[in-house]
């Protein structure tokens, strides 16, 4: 799953989305050009991150916004593992996960807990990690 963010002007920062199923990735990269706005895409597999191109560039991002990628237990593991990575490797960045309060969310918020995150859950359906 993703999220879409439109702002009112273009954003002055580097944005890349990312999505595993390539027709998915195409209407996201459509819907970006119908908005006029400037992003990045690339193919990204939670089970073999380190074969994804947005990984070789992780020390640009300053912010990881995930959204709605835990709609499968079977993903809470290699999710939790990838956010973890990316943060330990760019220690100013931060996370922020969203959910529409699937059934793993809290089995996730604990993995994340149990790799040495800080966690914060402002929201039932939103966690803020550093």
Known sequence: GSAHLVPSSPPAVKVCLTEYDKKALRVIED?????????ETTEFDWFRPRGSDI???VDEWDWFL???VMYEKRFIEPVA???AMLLRQNKGSQAVFTDPQRSSFDSFILELRNLGLHV??????WASLK
């Open 120 to 125: 914060d859950t402002p929201a039932p359906c």
């Open 81 to 83: 593992r990838v956010i």
């Open 55 to 57: 990984m070789l560039d």
């Open 66 to 68: 995930f959204a709605d």
């Open 31 to 39: 819907n970006a050009r119908e908005n006029s706005l400037e992003v």
